[in-house]
C-alpha cells in the first residue's frame, strides 16, 4: 500500500535534504510539498519550500503565485504583492497576480489602476467555475494550479466595485448582474445593485434587490432600510 506522508513530514524531509547538501529533490517536487504544507495551513514553512524551488527554476509563476497567497494568508500584504508582481515578469497575463494586484489598488484607492489591472486578469486563462479563492475552507479544487485562478465572477465582481467607486454605475451594473447570475458574494451583489437602482428612482427594482440582500443576511445601512421600509413591510 502506497503511503501518504504530511506537507509536515516532507518539509523535515525537504530541510534535512538541503541541509545535506541534496540536490536530487526537482522543482516539481518540492512545488508539491509546498502546495500540501499550504493546504495544511502551514503558510510560513509553504514559503521556505517555494524560495528553495525557485532557487532551481525562477521561471514558475505558481511559486510565486503560491508564495504571494501564503503571505496573504499571514496578513503580510506587502509581501504577497511582491510575490505577484515577480509572478508577473513570468507571465503578464496571469490572473491571479493581475487580480490580486487590481484588488490592492482599489483598497488603496487607486481606481483606475484597479480597473487596469483587472482587464489584464480578465484577459488571461480563467475558469467557467466560481474558485473561492479567498477562503481555503471552501475550496473544493486539490490541484494548484487549479485553485491558483481566479474565476471570471470573481474578477468581475470585484471590477463591479471599482466602477461602482468611480461613479460608472452602468459597468457596474453590468458586473454585478454577471457575477449574481454564477451566485458570487450574492448578498453583496444584490446591495450594490439595489443601490444602483435606488440611485435611479426604481424603486421597484431597488426593493426586490434589497431583500435578496437581507434574505441572505447582508447588512442594510439605516438609511437605505428607511428609504424602501415600504417594501420591507
Known amino acids: 500500500m502506497k503511503k501518504v506522508f504530511s506537507g509536515t513530514i516532507v518539509f523535515l524531509v525537504i530541510v534535512f535534504s538541503f541541509t545535506c547538501r541534496n ?8 512545488m508539491d510539498a509546498a502546495w500540501s504544507l499550504f493546504k495544511e495551513g502551514n503558510f510560513k514553512k509553504a514559503i521556505y519550500v517555494v524560495n528553495e524551488s ?3 527554476d525562477s521561471s514558475n509563476e505558481y511559486a510565486y503565485l503560491l508564495k504571494g497567497i501564503s503571505w496573504k494568508m499571514l496578513n503580510d500584504k506587502r509581501a504577497a504583492i511582491d510575490a505577484y508582481r515577480k509572478a508577473l515578469k513570468v507571465n503578464p497575463k496571469s490572473p491571479l497576480a493581475n487580480f490580486s494586484i487590481g484588488i490592492d489598488f482599489w483598497v488603496n484607492g487607486s481606481l483606475d489602476s484597479s480597473l487596469v489591472y483587472y482587464e489584464n486578469a480578465l484577459n488571461g486563462k480563467l475558469k467557467p467555475s466560481i474558485n473561492m479563492y479567498f477562503d481555503l475552507t471552501k475550496n473544493k479544487f486539490t490541484r494548484m494550479e487549479d485553485w491558483l485562478v481566479p474565476s471570471t465572477y470573481e474578477i ?6 471599482a466602477s461602482y467607486d468611480m461613479g460608472l454605475d452602468a459597468n457596474a451594473l453590468i458586473d454585478f448582474e454577471y457575477s449574481l447570475d454564477g451566485k458570487y458574494d450574492i448578498g453583496e451583489s444584490c446591495y450594490y445593485l439595489g443601490k444602483i437602482y435606488l440611485e435611479r428612482g426604481r424603486m421597484d427594482k431597488a426593493c426586490y434587490y434589497f431583500t435578496q440582500a437581507i434574505s441572505v443576511k447582508h447588512d442594510i445601512p439605516y438609511e437605505i432600510k428607511t428609504k424602501i421600509k415600504n417594501c420591507l413591510e
Open 156 to 161: 468581475r465582481h470585484f471590477r463591479g466595485l
Open 54 to 56: 525557485i532557487l532551481i
Open 23 to 30: 540536490k536530487e529533490l526537482s522543482s516539481g517536487q518540492l
